[in-house]
Structures are given as structure tokens and as C-alpha cells.
């Protein structure tokens, strides 16, 4: 460390598909810098995969072994990811068909990312029968879950909606699980809800993706325990200068703003115990001060669209990973010494 005082912070780390290789750019310029320590992850979605990839190489060994560990592990997971060309459904939509893979040639005639939007309107991922694959979980059952459920590491919490209550549900220590993570990448209308037995109801609950009630959830990132600083990377633009005409567009501004409520709804409440702090109305103490930070680049995400989310190509995921890197770089350069002293987002701007 060369002398140099360790920060200590909290990950939040938003969903949003296939471009959550940015969030994996921004870790792994984070990962280089060995004054910085990570307390706390929370993560959902592509969150939670980069948030388990992380925790599982932290909790190998301490220092740079870890944090050499925890870079290796997020290079496997998006060289995975890339490697999933049918998240867009097509296994178990050509499943249905008599001739599949003549059905797929047309589809990739057709624009099929346009075309498979399309399709999950009209198709349920039940519709496939004993034919149904979830893409992801031969990636995510390869994960170190014995590194990853230890106490060794930073905490990590993964969020995921229960379908039945519409409520959020927190998993932490060794519930997560690979059943957890991809409950909390369930994209209803791509994937079947994924099954979870509750141990405190003997319940088996059906769980969607987290981003509908936290994306991420902030709200386990407050223990006493754990530092103020709280660093959010966030994939899904917050403000767009254009209003959307075409229907994608408009379904893709629709889902921004859907799975950015819950994220906007706890930072509204972060800005008001921070102002009742600052005019001394809370007994000391009682409240924790929070200092939000945030890792974005909206030009990036402004500039793909929403289908590049379920098309994982290698290009644009270097692309994206690149712009990550980048953009964490700048947020150490200019905003790194306010780590532990105050907060770089200006909440009551944000809110204005």
C-alpha cells in the first residue's frame, strides 16, 4: 500500500443484462488499486453474477492473491457469458417447431433480436415442455459456492422478487446459492420462475428477477458494521434528453424506468436522513450517514439500446468492459480521496 490509508467501501451493482460486462470493466480497474477495500456487495441480476465472481475470489486468499483471484474469476464469467447465444430464447422457441433449425435460419434472416422481442409476447418459456433450457445455469452451477457462502471476503447479498408476494427477498451467506442467482436473473419472459424452498415457512416460492424490487437493494448495505461509503455501478441510464417514438424505444425507456424505481426510491430516502443529519433533527447516532458514489457512462449505454441485453456479443462486451474500466477509472481520479470523507453524487441534484 506503499503507505497509502485503506478506503473502505460497499458495492451496489445494478442488472441489466449483458451489459453488466460494464460493471465488470469498472471491478476490475477497482481490483487494481490495493487501498481500496470492498466490505459489502450487493448485487442483482448480471450484478449478482459479477457480485459472486467477486466474493468468491476475495474470500480465496487476502491482498493481491484475492484480488488477482476475484479479476481471474470475472475474465472466466464474461468469456462464459459470451459463449451464451441463446439467451434470446432460441432453444426453447424452436423447441416448439417442427423443424427447428430451419426456423432458427429464418430467424437469423430476420432480425432476430427484434423478432424474439416478438416472440416472448406471444410464447411462454412453459410452452416448451421438457424442452426448456435455462442458458445460464450451466455457467453459474460452476461457481466456487464454497468460497462464495464463507465469512472470509466481503459480505454478498443477492435480491431476487418473489413472484406469489411481489416483495423482495434478500439472499445472503450460504443461501446463495445457484438457484438464488438465477432467481435473481430471471427475466420472466425469457425464463421459468425458479423455485426456492423457504427454511423458515417450509414454503417453496417462485422468484423472478430482482431488478423489479431492488436494483440493487441498498438497504443490507447499512449495517453498523459496514463503512458509509456505498458505490453504486450503475448500467441503466437514469435520464434520457429524448422522448422515445418507436415501440422498441419505448419499451426500452419503460423498462428503464422500472428496473431504476427501486434504486431512485432508496436514494430519495438516503437524501432525506442525510438532510434531517445535516440540521441536527436525528439524535446522533441513530441514523447512518451514507456517501453515495456511483460508476456510470449513459453515453455507452445511451448508444446500444436495450436488445444488445440479451445478445451477448463478444465484441460489444469488450466494448462495454473497456468503457467500465474507463469510467472507474475517471471515478477514482477525480472523486477517489472523497472515499470516507463525502459523498461525490449530489442527491438533492439528482432529485431536482
Not at 197 to 219: C, I, K, M, Q, R
Not at 241 to 264: A, G, K
Amino acid at each position: 500500500m506503499a503507505g497509502n490509508t485503506m478506503r473502505r467501501i460497499n458495492l451496489a451493482l445494478q442488472g441489466g443484462g449483458a451489459h453488466g460486462a460494464f460493471t465488470w470493466g469498472a471491478l476490475d480497474r477497482i481490483l487494481q488499486d490495493d487501498t481500496i477495500e470492498i466490505t459489502a456487495i450487493s448485487g442483482t441480476s448480471a450484478g449478482a453474477l459479477n457480485g459472486a465472481a467477486l466474493k468468491a475470489g476475495l474470500a480465496q486468499a487476502e491482498g493481491a492473491e484475492g484480488r488477482a483471484a476475484a479479476r481471474e474469476n470475472l475474465d472466466w464469467l464474461w468469456s462464459q457469458v459470451a459463449e451464451v447465444n441463446d439467451i434470446r430464447m432460441d432453444r426453447w422457441v424452436t423447441a416448439m417447431f417442427p423443424y427447428p433449425e430451419i426456423f432458427t435460419r429464418w430467424m437469423d434472416m430476420f432480425n432476430p433480436v427484434a423478432w424474439m422481442g416478438q416472440a416472448a409476447r406471444m410464447f411462454s418459456p412453459y410452452d416448451s415442455g421438457p424442452f426448456y433450457i435455462n442458458p445460464l445455469e450451466r455457467v453459474v452451477k460452476r461457481f466456487a459456492f464454497d468460497k462464495i457462502g464463507c465469512s472470509a471476503g466481503p459480505a454478498l447479498f443477492v435480491s431476487a422478487t418473489n413472484v406469489r408476494s411481489g416483495k423482495i427477498r434478500v439472499f445472503s451467506g450460504q443461501e446463495v446459492t445457484a438457484q438464488a442467482i438465477l432467481a435473481s436473473a430471471c427475466l420472466p419472459n425469457v425464463f421459468r420462475a425458479v423455485e426456492i424452498d423457504d427454511p423458515e415457512t417450509g414454503v417453496t416460492e417462485a422468484y423472478w428477477d430482482g431488478g423489479y424490487t431492488g436494483n440493487p437493494a441498498l438497504f443490507p448495505l447499512f449495517e453498523p458494521d459496514f463503512p458509509g461509503d456505498l458505490v453504486i455501478v450503475n448500467i441503466n441510464p437514469l435520464k434520457r434528453d429524448t422522448v422515445p417514438r418507436t415501440p422498441d424505444q419505448i419499451e426500452e425507456r419503460i423498462n428503464e424506468i422500472s428496473f431504476n424505481s427501486s434504486l431512485l426510491r432508496e436514494l430519495r430516502a438516503i437524501d432525506f436522513v442525510r438532510r434531517l443529519i445535516r440540521e441536527e433533527r436525528l439524535p446522533a447516532g441513530m441514523m447512518k450517514n451514507v456517501l453515495i458514489h456511483m460508476i456510470a457512462d449513459d453515453e455507452i449505454m445511451l448508444s446500444l439500446g436495450g436488445s444488445s441485453k440479451i445478445s451477448p456479443v463478444s465484441g460489444t462486451l469488450v466494448r462495454l468492459k473497456n468503457a467500465g474500466y474507463q469510467a472507474a477509472d475517471r471515478f477514482l481520479d477525480r472523486h477517489g480521496d472523497k472515499i470516507g470523507k463525502e459523498a461525490s453524487v449530489d442527491l438533492a441534484a439528482l432529485f431536482s
